[in-house]
């Protein structure tokens, strides 16, 4: 078992309590955090069950899923752990046999504790492989996409997944650079990126961005687990999304929009023919964000978006 010096023990989750609050309404449930992580929302869900509530714990990295059982050691019997993508939630859901959920909680993105294993590959700060990967289920590293895919595919993935201004240039420079000699560090990658516009720390927390969300094929990962929490979800269960960045963000808002409204039909059909009609409701109108307090106690949480949506 995993043993951390008693300071850097435990990763601090974000919107901890506020995110517990709205997602256990009923204390005998069950429940799914599907990005378990270090265990720090699903400690605070477990001390909320009682009763027959259960709680599976999700996380596609074997290391989070070992951190998370010495966590909720005292918790066992109530918490089933499996090793997968979020995006297979419905058939770990039936392989853990929990019948309808009545709460189910994403928190996306990669954890504090992942930027800070070098190895890992995830920040621009520290020298590493150039990798990405979040869990053994995932075949192509990062180091492939800079070595590999043609410029114009890697100037789309800067440009649509990271939002980045300097895609095409920033492109045409990695590939410049990985003529002479492949990529094999982060360093050799912040490097070949180069100091671009006012704020370059940004460009490189852009480009490195781009690069997880398509090794890990997130935001596919993200549309189709959304798709699936209407038909997972009990009568009154709550799904509560924390997201980072505003790719995430909007996704979920575009499928809670979509959820939430009757017909989905183009304005220019004078009447519904779609059928369509609303299976979830918006508990929160506006994302909830940190408190300032959270913020300088916490500074990554200052990024974090939080929305909340009942089934009907």
């Not at 995110?19 to 799914?32: F, I, P, Q, S």
């Not at 966590?71 to 939630?89: H, I, M, P, T």
């Not at 492939?144 to 649509?160: G, K, Q, S």
């Not at 979920?252 to 009447?271: F, L, N, S, Y």
Request: contains cysteine; proline residues 6%; charged residues 30%.
């Amino acid at each position: 078992m995993i043993r951390m010096p008693e300071h850097y023990r435990w990763h601090v989750p974000v919107l901890a309590d506020q995110a517990v609050e709205a997602l256990v309404w009923r204390n005998d449930g069950t429940y799914v955090d599907a990005t378990v992580g270090d265990g720090g929302h699903a400690e605070k869900i477990c001390e909320r069950l009682a009763g027959g509530g259960r709680l599976l714990a999700i996380d596609r990295d074997p290391e989070a899923l070992e951190r998370a059982a010495d966590r909720l050691n005292q918790y066992k019997d109530r918490v089933v752990f499996a090793g997968a993508s979020f995006a297979r939630l419905d058939e770990l859901a039936e392989n853990a046999n929990l019948g309808p959920i009545s709460g189910i909680l994403f928190d996306l993105g990669v954890s504090s504790r992942q930027l800070d294993q070098p190895e890992r590959g995830f920040s621009y700060r520290s020298e590493g492989p150039i990798d990405m990967r979040m869990g053994p289920d995932t075949e192509t590293a990062a180091a492939t996409i800079v070595n590999e895919w043609p410029e114009p595919e890697l100037a789309r993935l800067f440009r649509v997944f990271g939002e980045e201004p300097h895609a095409a240039s920033i492109a045409r420079s990695i590939c410049q650079r990985r003529n002479r000699r492949p990529l094999a560090t982060t360093s050799d990658l912040v490097e070949a990126i180069g100091r671009r516009g006012t704020h370059p720390e940004k460009t490189l927390s852009r480009v490195f961005q781009a690069l997880r969300i398509a090794v890990n094929d997130e935001l596919a990962s993200l549309n189709r687990v959304l798709g699936l929490v209407p038909d997972l979800l009990e009568r009154g269960g709550r799904l509560v999304v924390i997201s980072y960045h505003s790719l995430e963000d909007r996704s979920v808002k575009a499928w809670m929009r979509m959820e939430t409204r009757g017909c989905i039909c183009p304005p220019t059909v004078p009447e519904c023919r779609c059928g369509h009609v609303p299976r979830m409701k918006a508990i929160t109108r506006r994302a909830v964000m940190p408190t300032t307090e959270e913020i300088a106690g916490n500074s990554r949480s200052r990024s974090a978006r939080m929305r909340v949506a009942e089934r009907l």
